[in-house]
């Protein structure tokens, strides 16, 4: 494992991000950590999906997906702006 250097001076929305306990240490890992950190990541919440599907059965699938319909509409924004 290496060591990574952060900015001299991050954006507010990065100290934001990087502040939530969890999700801020997995964000600021594939920013400024590895390469293949990205993998990991995603591993990760495929893995934690699939845990809420055995927890709470079919609201645990269909409830995150319903959640990341924004962000969904929003890359499809963004991608169509260029």
Request: charged share 10%.
């Amino acid at each position: 494992m290496t060591a990574y250097t952060l900015p001299e001076r991050l954006s507010l929305w990065q100290r934001l991000l990087f502040a939530i306990p969890l999700l801020g240490r997995i964000c600021k890992e594939v920013a400024y950590g590895a390469k293949e950190n990205i993998y990991y990541a995603l591993g990760t919440f495929v893995s934690l999906w699939g845990c809420s599907v055995v927890m709470f059965g079919v609201p645990g699938l269909y409830i995150p997906a319903l959640c990341l319909v924004p962000v969904m509409f929003t890359l499809l924004i963004l991608i169509t702006r260029g």
